[in-house]
DNA sequence: TCTGGGGTCCTAGGACCC
DNA sequence: TCTGGGGTCCTAGGACCC
């Protein structure tokens, strides 16, 4: 038996950990550039705030409803998610975080009244931590994700399930009539795997509910949409097509990392574009680092908005492979750089930029003897001391804070971050509390 | 005025091989 | 006029997730 526990609203959540006074208000949590609502409290769903909302459309209710908005805090937020995931993991044998605010456990061999424990984990969660949560049970991964939409969904609009299920939701408690029903109840959209374009094709094919999919014929499934649905419908009837990967201590290794930032305003300039290039490449450069690999080659995109139908519309988005895997920030913010000089065209207004490293790699895997130059003492050595240079660039960032050593092209316009025309708004960000000494919160006596 | 920033997997189709 | 058949590999793009 598989579980999924997620917070509710998680970064809504982690906000009024350190500031009650948010808790029992509408309030809602902004994208970088304070764009778009990424978290909304329950108050504000049921003001009609939607997800990925512009800020703008619904400023409004600031003055008219008691709307509050917090710009995004991720630092806060990936700390307060690493705290529930070891209070959480404390329960069941296996664990599998899934994404900041959720993760699957695996209760197999474990004794006791599923649900009971599910309460015992929902505490524990908000008492050590603060987190209110919810949990689904279910045979199969999909299954227990919909149980816990269920469980959340029960909870927060009474009379649209059994109270029962509210909170910790456990299918294997319900007979196949029950079952029936919570899957007629349930919008075939809800079910993880289906977003919008499938779901709308679905329902062109009558197929509305949960129940609808489960009754639907699994090869009409595969031929008309993919093996991926098939897997769905399977997993939904309790056949197991996802495994857990339990790599607990170990996370998987990228296999792309991605930088991007909308820009506070359109940009016209090229030095501007190179500058933000520059400095995504350097900031991937050091993901890249952390989890130990090299990347073989770099994306570079920028583009205008999609959302000003008066901007002539330009996109670029090329890829320069690289001769040898680095990862050497130098050598990978060059090559960004480059290809941005190279096609930057004058006359738009970008709007958004990013750099994408792929062809990744583990740093320990060497090429061997097909590597003329891996053979060459002078390259051994120079690529000796590549790394060990961002070894110090690197440890000199951790110890002194971020962007103490940086390459010198991403300075290239100006000189602080406030000043940088391209630079993201964010003017509602709480302190992170929990992760720097001089934003920890002070107790008053 | 103002519209997120990450990721994953699968598939179709082209390049290329014999 | 008629112009193979079977395979692999790679990439771009589309769908999805949170």
Not at 89 to 98: I, L, N
Not at 359 to 366: N, Q
Not at 373 to 391: G, I, P, Q, V, Y
Request: charge should be positive; aromatic fraction near 6%; proline fraction near 4%.
């Amino acid at each position: 038996m598989l579980a999924l526990i997620d917070a509710n609203n998680m970064y809504v959540s982690c906000e009024r950990v350190f500031a009650p006074r948010l808790v029992g208000r509408p309030v809602v949590v902004l994208s970088s550039n304070d764009g778009a609502c990424i978290a909304r409290s329950n108050e504000a769903k049921e003001l009609g705030v939607k997800m990925a909302q512009p800020w703008f459309q619904v400023r409004h209710l600031e003055r008219t409803a008691g709307l509050i908005a917090v710009s995004a805090n991720f630092e806060l937020y990936s700390d307060m998610s690493a705290r529930m995931m070891a209070v959480a993991g404390r329960y069941a044998p296996r664990q599998q975080v899934y994404s900041i605010d959720e993760c699957f456990l695996d209760f197999e061999g474990v004794r006791g009244e599923l649900v009971a424990i599910g309460r015992q984990i929902r505490a524990a969660v908000l008492g050590e931590v603060g987190l209110p949560t919810s949990i689904g049970f279910g045979a199969t991964k999909t299954l227990a994700k919909l149980a816990n939409h269920v469980g959340k969904t029960a909870d927060r609009k009474p009379g649209s399930y059994p109270t029962t299920l509210a909170q910790v939701c456990n299918f294997a408690n319900l007979d196949a009539r029950e079952l029936a029903d919570v899957f007629a109840a349930t919008d075939v959209g809800v079910i993880w795997g289906i977003g919008r374009k499938i779901s709308e094709k679905l329902r062109a094919a009558d197929v509305r509910s949960v129940l609808d999919f489960v009754r639907a014929d699994a090869a009409t499934i595969r031929g008309q949409f993919s093996v991926v649905l098939e897997k769905t419908l399977m997993e939904l009837r309790g056949t197991s097509c996802l495994e857990m990967s339990d790599i607990d201590d170990v996370p998987i290794a990228k296999q792309q990392i991605l930088v991007s930032r909308s820009f506070g305003k359109a940009i016209t300039d090229p030095a501007a574009i190179i500058e933000a290039v520059s400095e995504f490449a350097s900031r991937a450069a050091e993901k890249l680092r952390h989890q130990q690999s090299t990347a073989g080659a770099v994306g570079v995109f920028f583009m205008t908005s999609p959302f000003r139908p008066n901007d002539r519309p330009h996109s670029v988005n090329v890829t320069t492979p690289l001769v040898r895997p680095t990862a050497d920030s130098r050598l990978l913010v060059q090559a960004a750089v480059n290809a941005a000089e190279v096609e930057f065209r004058h006359g738009f207004n970008y709007a958004k930029a990013g750099v994408i490293l792929s062809d990744i790699r583990p740093a320990s895997h060497h090429q061997g003897e097909l590597d003329l130059f891996a053979n060459d003492e002078r390259a051994k050595t120079h690529a000796k001391d590549r790394s060990a240079l961002m070894e110090v660039v690197d440890v000199l960032n951790c110890r002194f804070g971020r962007d103490s050593v940086r390459i010198g092209s991403s300075t290239l316009a100006s000189h602080s971050a406030e000043v940088r025309s391209w630079a993201t708004r964010q003017e509602r960000r709480s302190p992170r509390y929990t992760t720097r000494w001089v934003e920890m919160p002070v107790v008053k006596a």
